[in-house]
């Protein structure tokens, strides 16, 4: 369960399968309840990635459960429209006093306005898999939350996009 405290702002911590440090992000609490966080970021919002870091194009409201290995984003352009329903496969999120964590195990599942949703990522799995060396079983696994992920991306009903300033 999440706290039921939160303050207004969180770090947001992705690691490897390894627990080594890969992205992090400051986003804003929108709601939470010990079940549920939701937290959103705008355009602008610095992205820090092993790989470079990268300024956000997007608003982006995400949703995390302690009990789920997936998150849920939803993604806006700056005009209000949907970009895109996009389902992370990843550790059961923790949340402590201003921080979210979790493992993403790379594989996720996309669904863009007008389409059905789909397996991204399987390269990016196939790889991690093999870095980290996910046993088969855990394989099946990830691959049957991603199958999972497909029916939650092609029934999630995005709520409108999200506005500064926040509550």
């Given amino acids: 369960m999440f706290s039921h405290t939160m303050p207004d702002t969180v770090r947001v911590t992705v690691r490897k399968a390894d627990g080594s440090w890969y992205?992090?992000?400051?986003?804003?609490?929108?709601?939470?309840?010990?079940?549920?966080?939701?937290?959103?970021?705008?355009?602008?919002?610095?992205?820090?990635?092993?790989?470079?870091?990268?300024?956000?194009?997007?608003s982006v409201r995400s949703y995390y459960w302690p009990d789920r290995p997936v998150s849920v984003l939803e993604v806006f352009d700056v005009d209000g429209s949907l970009v895109e329903i996009y389902v992370n496969i990843n550790s059961h999120p923790v949340a402590t006093a201003g921080e979210l964590t979790y493992e993403d195990y790379e594989l996720d599942v996309s669904r863009l306005p007008g389409a059905g949703a789909q397996i991204v990522d399987e390269d990016e799995f196939a790889a991690a898999a093999a870095q980290f060396g996910y046993s088969k079983a855990f394989q099946r696994e990830i691959y049957a939350t991603a199958r999972a992920a497909l029916q939650l991306a092609n029934t999630w009903q995005a709520a409108a996009p999200p506005t500064l300033p926040l509550p």
Avoid: I, Y
Wanted: net charge negative.
């Fill in 23 to 58: 992205r992090e992000w400051e986003a804003h609490v929108e709601a939470h309840s010990p079940h549920q966080l939701v937290l959103v970021t705008f355009p602008g919002n610095v992205v820090r990635d092993v790989k470079g870091d990268w300024v956000q194009k997007h």
